[in-house]
């Protein structure tokens, strides 16, 4: 944690020598899951600057138009940055809906750099607050999350689920347990019903997750909110602003595969006399092994962005007794 607050206050050194003329208006944030604490050991810190643009409220991001300007404003920092932080690795994207900077240090840390409003970090603050509220929201997040990182299905870039869309998921799912009296404390239980739910009955184009409404809820009841082009892709509302936040999952047929597959392996385990199982066996470890653990080699760095996915799919379903695809 020490390195990571080390980074961030390099950065907001940095931005303050680039941006001179805003001295005093201009603010580094951080938001993600390094402030609400749902990040794993090798989760990027996200910063934002804020004070020197903002997306539309209505949009949520940049207009084709406005993102040139946005990245002449992060050329102007990302000289500071390699002469500050000297990085192993700086990519500007230019192209995303906000355009950002990609640092990894040389412990390997990542860090992306965006300029927007602070809309991140109010939702980093609420979803600390659901973190309070729900005690089995972090673990279930986390194992998912890592589940999903495995499969290469965890990065927005690429049609992956985000970190938000994750979380509110999980709550949504949570909300819905907790009106059937189920117990809150029996993670294990939780764990297996959020894959079942996600990979077995939710139907993403006539369902949307909403935890403002109170979990899972019709799409066509979503005031405001025009869905008709994303009836393929999982629907969330963020609380906060009412935009879906995974508009860009379009590999959602893939990630509630993935849900369904590893609903499959824990039903197959589920299934066995208790005695039959023995007290240290790992249960979890073949849905979080990583991509360094891959016996083929082929890491996260492939060209489909798939990273270690196609291996750990198969394993997910022939793993465990009479595991099958469901």
């Known amino acids: 944690m020490a390195a990571r607050e080390q980074v961030y206050q390099a950065v907001r050194e940095a931005a303050t020598a680039a941006f001179p003329e805003l001295r005093g208006s201009l603010r580094v944030e951080p938001f993600g899951s390094y402030m609400t604490g749902l990040g794993t050991r090798t989760s990027d810190i996200d910063l934002v600057l804020v004070g020197l643009a903002e997306p539309s409220p209505s949009l949520g991001f940049y207009s084709r138009d406005e993102r040139p300007r946005i990245s002449r404003l992060l050329d102007r920092l990302n000289p500071v940055l390699r002469r500050s932080l000297h990085p192993s690795r700086l990519v500007c994207i230019r192209h995303s809906r906000v355009p950002l900077t990609k640092l990894t240090m040389r412990d390997g840390t990542s860090v992306d750099i965006s300029i927007a409003g602070n809309q991140g970090p109010r939702a980093a603050a609420y979803i600390r607050q659901q973190v309070s509220a729900f005690p089995a929201l972090r673990p279930l997040v986390l194992v998912v999350k890592s589940y999903l990182k495995a499969e290469g299905l ?34 294990g239980a939780l764990l297996h019903s959020l894959l079942r739910r996600f990979g077995r009955s939710f139907d993403c184009r006539l369902m949307a997750v909403s935890v403002r409404d109170g979990g899972l809820v019709p799409k066509a009841s979503i005031g405001g909110y025009d869905h008709v082009d994303h009836g393929d892709r999982i629907v969330t509302i963020d609380p906060l602003t009412g935009r879906n936040c995974t508009e860009g999952t379009f590999r959602s047929a893939e990630v509630l595969d993935a849900f369904a597959r590893a609903d499959a392996y824990l039903s197959a385990w589920a299934a066995r006399p208790e005695a039959d199982v023995p007290s240290d066996e790992d249960i979890l470890g073949p849905l979080l092994v990583t991509a360094e653990d891959d016996e083929d080699g082929e890491g996260a760095g492939g060209e489909d962005g798939a990273g270690g996915g196609a291996a750990l799919g198969k394993r997910a379903r022939s793993a465990g007794p009479g595991a099958g695809g469901g």
């Open 154 to 187: 965890a990065e927005v870039v690429s049609g992956g689920l985000s970190s938000y869309g994750l979380t509110y998921m999980v709550m949504a799912h949570l909300m819905e347990e907790s009106r059937r009296g189920s117990d809150p404390s029996d993670l």
